[in-house]
């Protein structure tokens, strides 16, 4: 186990994973944020239909 855990820390830490880190950060808030946009356009549609009809 412990030789398992040395290897994971290597590689975590390494200058390579850090960029594959940041870039998985910058997907995910990317992801996170769509359903925030799409439940906003949803809202301003339903919004503009009840303002026409």
Same mark, same amino acid.
């Given at each position: 186990?412990k030789?398992?855990?040395?290897?994971?820390?290597?590689?975590?830490?390494?200058?390579?994973?850090?960029?594959?880190? =940041?870039? /998985? #950060?910058?997907?995910?808030? =990317?992801? /996170? #944020?769509?359903?925030?946009?799409?439940?906003?356009?949803?809202?301003?549609?339903?919004r503009?239909f009840?303002?026409?009809?």
């Amino acid at each position: 186990m412990k030789l398992y855990t040395d290897a994971m820390e290597d590689t975590i830490t390494s200058e390579e994973s850090q960029e594959l880190f =940041e870039n /998985a #950060a910058d997907k995910f808030q =990317e992801m /996170a #944020a769509l359903p925030l946009l799409n439940v906003g356009n949803v809202h301003m549609s339903k919004r503009t239909f009840r303002m026409n009809h």
